[in-house]
Each structure stands twice: as C-alpha cells, then as structure tokens.
C-alpha cells in the first residue's frame, strides 16, 4: 500500500515538474519578451533545472535539465540539443554540489541560481559557436550572461519554496 | 559483463552527448522543413500561445495605462493632431499611389503586389535571449508558404522561415543569418543588409566600390532583395566605419520597425 502510494507520489511529481517546465517555456515565449530588464529576458527554464538539482541531486537534476534544455531548443527551432547539453551539466552539476554545500543558509539558492545562470549561458555561448553560430562572446557576456543571472536570482526563491514544499508534500501526507 | 554494470550511466552519458551533438551538428542552422507530427504539435500549442498573446496585451495595456495617466489627455490632444495630419497625408499618398498605377500601366510595367498581404498577430516570441524569432497566428490556412516577406507599416520585419496549419515561424531581419540587398534612399547607392543577431541593430556593408553613406541615411530595400518589394523602409544609419585606414565601409542601422514590441505584421506572398 505504501508502495503504491510512494510510485504514485513520485510520478505526480515528475508530472507536476514537466508541467512547470512547459508552463516556463510558454511564459518565455509570451510574457517575459515584455518584462525584459537591461535587455534581457528571465531564463525560468534554467532557473527551475538549477533548484531541482540542489534539492533532489545529481540524476534529476541533469535529466530535467536535459528535458528542459531540449524542450527550450525546440520551441526555438535551431541547435537542437545545444540548451539540453549546458542545462543537463549544470543541472547536474548544482546536484553534484548540493550535498556538499548546503545547509539552512538562505544564499545558496540565489548563488547557486547566480552562479549556475552564468556557466549555463556560457556553455551555451560556446556550444553555439562551436556549430557555426557566430555570437559576439565579450560582449555576449557583459550583455546577456551577466544582467541575466542576476535577473534569475529573482525567481531563485519561490521557485526553491515551490519545489522544497513539493519534495515533502507526499511524505506529510503519507 | 561486470564492467559494463559497473559503468552503464557512464556509457548511457556518452550515448546521449553523442546523440546531442549530432542533432545540434544537424539541427545547426534551424529547419525550414516540418514533419507532420511537428506541424501537429506547433498548430496544437499555437491557440495556447494566442490566448497568452491576449492576456499579456491586455495586462501590458492595463499596466501602460496605469503608468501614463497623467500623460493620457496631452497624449490623447496630440494624436487627435496626428490623425487629422495622417489623414491629410494619406490622402495625397492615395493620389500618389493612383498617379504612380496609371503611369506603370502607361508604361507597361506590372504593378509589384497584386495580392492583398495577410494580415497576422504575432503569438510568441522567441524563448531564448541568443537568437530572435516570432511565431504568427496565420499559416496554410492564408496560403503561406516559406520565403514570404513580413513587414509592418512602420518597415521591413523577415521572412516566413516555416509553416504549420495554423501558425508560421518568422526568421527576422536582425536574425544572423538573414541578408537582403538595399538601396541607401539618398544616392540609390546598392548596400546589403546582414542581421546582428539580438542586438536590435542591422549591419550594412556597400556592393559596389563607391558608396557615399552618411549617419541618417535612410536605407529602402531594392528591387534585387530577393525577398521584399521595392521601396519598403529599413532603418536609418546610426553609425558609420571606414575601418582603421579609410579602407572598408560597414554601418549599423536602426530598424524602423519595433521588433521588440510589434504585433502585428503583413505577410506579402
């Protein structure tokens, strides 16, 4: 019974976690074009993968950066697997550190968020210019890599909150 | 046997890269062509993205208002002006338009856009802050096909780069591998027109040797675009670069046409 309950848990969140997913890559695409600060748009996507990897660990982290980063790629039509490749190292990468370095202390999901933001876009920076594309790298950096990590340690904490409620839902109900 | 136990997420890691880096190699420049499953999925998604569209501008409109209140009754004094001016000037534009028909016809020169352009709301924009794009709400179902010119009133905005039933993605002009020849509108002197990527700005480089280019300069596309009509406004040179000797010629232009906050196009078939 317990069993049972425990699979069911586990796949509701896995659905509920995928369902994040798309609902960030629709925001992406409508409303933060809009919401833009210093010409940037947040990256929820990144956002989400670098908290699940510090509050679940290595493996989901970089599958849901993998999904995630393949999802984004997609939705934009060209260098299909470049996002999913630099979400999936990050990903997995924050849950690989998590253990190591985390605690009670409120700065680690809006550093972890920070710094994450940074290497996943410079990944992705290189990994496109790595295929051809032709992205100016310094001034790719001080333009997006950097205005944008600091835009996504906004949503560093509710989405943390968010998925640390959501890790210890099934066990409260259980 | 054993060391392949010990080691398989180590092998499926590799496996998956290795996949990934071939779908990127491939997928490298964006994809014109759509299977059917993908056209299902993009007409599927694209009334979620339209209802988004209408939520965002109506909550951006909201919000606009709420800013702009103590600016409203000037603004509103202002464009009561501005309409009385545009009516004016569309009415010799119209006159214009009759004159230049009846002279082409005189000639015997087909007039250039015998179609009617389609009319199309942009649902989505792009999710990445690397490369820009925008999805429309028209499709096969307005008969649009890839290679359509899209432009707006104000100028020039890309081409339709692939379609599904209900919806078509737009490669824009700032895109880095979009390219069209222009005309500088001053000296008629030929220039092509490369995107920057992001950046909201366009690159000029001359075709021919000589090309007399100024900051303000306003660039129409030419004939030989390939892709728009004759005379639909670029943008204005914003800068001009003889390189370190005087030797090479480049300028960036501004683009007439938001493309950051448009929405809504015409597609010229």
Redesign the interface.
């Known amino acids: 019974m317990i069993v049972k309950k425990t699979v069911g848990s586990n796949l509701v969140r896995k659905l509920a976690i995928l369902a994040v997913l798309v609902a960030a ?7 933060f ?2 919401w ?1 600060w210093m010409g ?2 947040p ?1 929820l ?1 990144t956002v989400i993968v670098i908290i699940v990897g510090l509050v679940y660990g290595l493996v989901p982290g970089s599958t849901i950066g ?1 999904f995630g980063g393949l999802l ?2 997609y ?11 630099s979400k999936m190292l990050v990903g997995g990468l924050a849950g690989w550190v998590s253990p190591r370095i985390f605690g009670d202390r409120m700065i680690v999901p809006p550093l972890a968020v920070l710094v994450g933001s940074w290497l996943e ?1 410079t990944l ?2 290189l ?2 210019n790595a ?6 790298l310094a001034k ?1 950096f001080w333009m ?1 890599v950097l205005p ?1 990590g600091l835009f996504n340690v906004v949503f560093s904490f509710p989405i943390y909150y968010a998925f640390t409620a959501l890790k210890k839902a099934p066990r409260e109900g259980g | 046997m054993r060391w392949l136990t010990e080691r398989w997420p180590i092998l499926v890691g590799a496996f ?2 290795f ?3 071939a ?9 014109q062509e759509l299977s059917p499953w993908e056209k299902t999925i993009k007409s599927g998604v694209a009334p ?2 339209g209802a ?2 209408n ?2 501008a109506w ?2 409109h909201w919000v606009a208002v709420v800013r702009n209140y103590s600016h409203l009754e000037q603004e509103n004094t202002d464009l009561r002006q501005e309409v009385e001016w545009l009516k004016r000037r569309l009415e010799a534009v119209e006159r214009l338009e009759q004159e230049n028909r009846s002279l082409r016809e005189a000639l015997g020169f087909p007039f250039p856009g015998n179609e009617q352009p389609v009319a199309a709301k942009i ?9 820009d ?1 925008v ?1 429309i709400n028209r499709g096969e179902d307005a008969d649009l096909d890839t290679g359509d010119a899209v432009v707006t009133p104000a100028g020039v905005v890309g081409r339709v ?2 379609v599904a039933s209900n919806t078509a ?1 737009v490669m824009l002009v700032t895109d ?1 591998r979009s390219a069209f020849g222009a005309v500088v509108a001053r000296t008629g002197d030929p220039v092509i027109v490369e995107g920057s ?2 950046w909201s700005e366009l690159h000029l480089k001359p075709l021919v040797k000589e090309v007399d280019l100024r900051t303000g300069d306003q660039i129409i596309t030419s004939a030989m675009s390939g892709i728009f009509p004759e005379g639909l406004p670029v943008g204005t040179v914003a800068a001009v670069d003889t390189g370190q000797y005087g030797l090479s010629l480049s300028a960036i232009i501004v683009p007439h046409a938001d493309l ?1 906050r448009i929405s809504q196009v015409f597609v010229i078939k």
């Open positions: 890559i629709l925001l992406q695409s409508s409303l074009p809009f833009m940037v748009k990256d996507v993998f984004l790629d939705s934009l039509g060209r260098l299909i697997g470049a996002g999913a490749v876009q992705y920076m990994i496109a295929f051809g594309s032709s992205l100016p790719g997006i944008l | 998956v890269v996949i990934l880096i779908l990127i190699y491939i997928t490298a420049d964006g994809r979620i993205y988004l569209s939520i965002t909550a951006n649902i989505a924009r792009s999710p990445s802050n690397w490369f794009k999805s780069y692939s993605e880095d990527g992001r950051a």
